[in-house]
């Protein structure tokens, strides 16, 4: 079985803080990856559709055809304003290194991906005509 991994390991941290009677809160996750293997099972790794390291625009990847590890990271970050107040919000951010490999654990759609946003709404929970809730 030349094209499975040897070993695979995961793990990650997971953080929640909030505070003002849970008005505000702040998220925080890490996860990270090791796989080790044949060159064949790395290779397989390191062009799979998660990855793709040979694309040609990808200059911060190099396709290594003689490793025999692959090491990840990821994670996210977001601060928010929820509870039962109107006005809420979120600004958060999540990262993937290339080299994350969550498969062996879960499923792991896309690696190699820097993502931000942000969102503010308006809740009304008082029933007003024949609307019960409205959100802008």
Do not use: C
């Amino acid at each position: 079985m030349r094209f499975l991994n040897r070993a695979a390991y995961t793990g990650g941290l997971d953080f929640r803080h909030q505070w003002q009677n849970k008005t505000y809160y702040l998220n925080a996750r890490t996860s990270f990856s090791h796989i080790r293997g044949t060159k064949d099972a790395i290779y397989e790794a390191q062009v799979a559709p998660q990855r793709y390291y040979q694309r040609p625009d990808a200059d911060y990847v190099e396709l290594n055809p003689n490793r025999t590890t692959l090491n990840g990271h990821g994670g996210y970050l977001t601060i928010g304003r929820g509870g039962n107040h109107k006005l809420r919000f979120e600004l958060g951010g999540m990262w993937r290194s290339p080299g994350l490999e969550l498969n062996d654990l879960g499923f792991l759609r896309q690696a190699d991906r820097i993502m931000q946003y942000g969102w503010m709404g308006y809740n009304i929970t008082k029933p007003a005509g024949i609307f019960r809730t409205l959100r802008f």
